[in-house]
């Protein structure tokens, strides 16, 4: 019997480069999984996988949430500077 496959997409951003990578995992993979199948650790070699943030349709996540038909795993990046810090300290210059 066929393994039976979803379709998934994993998604990665920076201010310079976007990728949304279509592909086929078996049911019951892994956002982790999804990602390493991605190729997305090889084109983009900054992003390391015992640190990454990720969810499914700006839905935070564990790495470990099994996906599901047409999901789509985003990949986020480091915050620079801290939203709330930032706004504190442009209301306290007024």
Do not use: T, W
């Not at 379709?7 to 480069?17: I, L, S, W």
């Not at 999804?34 to 349709?57: H, N, Q, T, Y």
């Not at 996540?61 to 442009?90: F, G, N, T």
């Amino acid at each position: 019997m066929a393994e039976l496959l979803i379709d998934v997409e994993v998604a990665y951003a920076k201010p310079e480069d976007q990728v949304i990578l279509a592909l086929k995992v078996p049911k019951g993979s892994s956002v982790e999984q999804a990602i390493k199948a991605s190729g997305v650790l090889v084109r983009f070699p900054e992003i390391e996988l015992s640190g990454i943030k990720a969810g499914i349709f700006g839905n935070a996540c564990r790495m470990d949430q099994i996906l599901r038909q047409a999901d789509r795993v985003e990949i986020y990046r480091p915050l620079l500077h801290d939203p709330k810090e930032a706004r504190r300290q442009r209301a306290a210059k007024g």
